[in-house]
Structure formats: structure tokens, C-alpha cells
């Protein structure tokens, strides 16, 4: 019954199989959950972001948190703008920065909408620590322009911590003189 149960978990991507072959005799079998199993049992990651970002501005106060944040967004900047280098268009800026954050389990993607560009984020997966400090939001949005850099205005249109079912940013080309 066990093995059966197991197969069927197997089928399902939940769990992988290898097996370990230990002198004479069945190799042994070793069974491992995947990432899709792991993801069926609570997940506290989100908890502790939340009571790790309250002790840090207990602790050391609000002037460290805003140093915190201003250091993940350097880090960002630096992984997102090497990654952009030799892409003039701002079309194509704006659909490699929803790439990057759709692997960083945003679920974003790019739209066209007239002369303007969308990058709209379906999911966020810093959702928890975004509501405990709103820093991470507002330095998503400066990071976004930095990006992006002087040829675009980005701003944001829909906002999940505001209500929102995702997050929106308009990026808007500025005529260049």
C-alpha cells in the first residue's frame, strides 16, 4: 500500500526516487519530495521576514530598516541592470525586467498598451514583509525607474497592499530632445 502511495506521489510530481545500490540484493530507494511537495506544508517564510524586520527596527531603529532596504535595492539594481545591458529599446528593457521578476515569482510579464508599456505583477512573493515595511514597495518603484533609466517614467497603477488585485507599473517613454 505504502508503495503504491508512493507512485501515485511520484506521478504527481510530488516526490522523486532514487535508488542506492548497497552491495548484493534490490538497490535500496530513496525518496525525496520535490519543490511541489514541499510547497504542500506551511511555509513560514513570510512569518519570520515579518517578526525579523520588527526586531530589526526595535532593536536598532527605523534609520537601519530604511538602510536595509536601500541596500537590497543597490543589490537589485546591480543584478537587473547588468542584465539589461545592450538592450536599448525600451520595449525590450520592460519585457527583461518582467522576465527577471517572473523568476523571482512575481508572475510578471510585459504588455504594449498604446505608446506606453505595462509590467504588471500578478503575485508577490514578499507580500508578508511589504505590509510589515512599505520601504520594500517604494523602492521597488525607484528601482524600476533607475532601471529603466531617464527615457521612462514608471509609475504605479494598481497596488496589492492598497486593495489591488496585483501590482501595475505604467512605463511611459519621455520624448527624447
Do not use: N
Not at 510530481?13 to 552491495?23: K, N, P, R
Not at 511537495?37 to 534609520?63: K, S
Not at 525607474?145 to 496589492?160: D, K, N, S, T, W
Amino acid at each position: 500500500g505504502a508503495h503504491k502511495q508512493l507512485q501515485s506521489l511520484l506521478a504527481a510530481g510530488l516526490v522523486s526516487a532514487q535508488d542506492e545500490v548497497q552491495g548484493p540484493g534490490r538497490p535500496k530507494r530513496l525518496w525525496q519530495l520535490t519543490a511541489a511537495g514541499h510547497a504542500r506544508f506551511p511555509d513560514r517564510h513570510g512569518d519570520l521576514a515579518v517578526q525579523l524586520i520588527q526586531q530589526l527596527t526595535q532593536v536598532l531603529g527605523e534609520p537601519a530598516l530604511e538602510q536595509l532596504v536601500a541596500a537590497r535595492e543597490a543589490q537589485m539594481l546591480t543584478a537587473y541592470a547588468s542584465a539589461l545591458v545592450g538592450l536599448r529599446s525600451l520595449g525590450g528593457r520592460v519585457r527583461r525586467l518582467a522576465t527577471l521578476r517572473a523568476e523571482e515569482g512575481y508572475l510578471a510579464h510585459a504588455e504594449a498598451d498604446g505608446g506606453a508599456w505595462l509590467l504588471i505583477e500578478d503575485h508577490c512573493p514578499i507580500c508578508a514583509a511589504a505590509r510589515s515595511c512599505q520601504g520594500f514597495c517604494r523602492s521597488e518603484l525607484s528601482l524600476f525607474q533607475r532601471c529603466l533609466g531617464p527615457h521612462a517614467v514608471v509609475r504605479r497603477e494598481e497596488h496589492l497592499l492598497a486593495g489591488a488585485r496585483r501590482c501595475v507599473y505604467r512605463i511611459q517613454p519621455v520624448p527624447r530632445t
